[in-house]
């Protein structure tokens, strides 16, 4: 059974920035996609980035130009760099990963556990 761990989670203040990491129990080349998802306080799980084996990088509107996904078959991660971050990117961030494309986007094999970013003053 694959395992997704998140790290690099916690408070920042308005303007910081936050690089999480999701480590994978698996080499990450063998995966289809990988994601990060966010969960922010009374809103439905949504889409932040995504990246496909190619290279290929898609991300929601809100984290364009500020936040940066990215994989390293090195170390078995996925990585999303947070920079200028704004109290509506606060929530739990989870990493996901899949290993063949299926009928949606968001479906996804296997799920980390999250890690809590808090942007706040």
């Known amino acids: 059974q694959v395992q997704l761990v998140e790290s690099g989670g916690g408070p920042v203040q308005p303007g910081g920035s936050l690089k999480l990491s999701c480590v994978s129990s698996?080499?990450?080349?063998?995966?289809?996609?990988m994601a990060w998802y966010r969960q922010a306080p009374e809103k439905q799980l949504e889409l932040v980035a995504r990246?496909?084996?190619?290279?290929?990088?898609t991300y929601a509107d809100s984290a364009k130009g500020r936040f940066t996904i990215s994989t390293s078959w090195l170390r078995n991660t996925v990585d999303l760099q947070m920079d200028s971050l704004k109290p509506d990117d606060t929530g739990v961030y989870y990493c996901?990963?899949?290993?063949?494309?299926?009928?949606?986007?968001?479906?996804?094999?296997?799920w980390g556990q999250g890690t809590q970013v808090t942007v706040s003053s």
């Open positions: 698996t080499t990450v080349s063998g995966f289809y996609a």
């Open positions: 996901a990963a899949k290993t063949a494309p299926k009928s949606s986007v968001d479906a996804f094999d296997y």
């Open positions: 990246i496909l084996k190619g290279g290929v990088t």
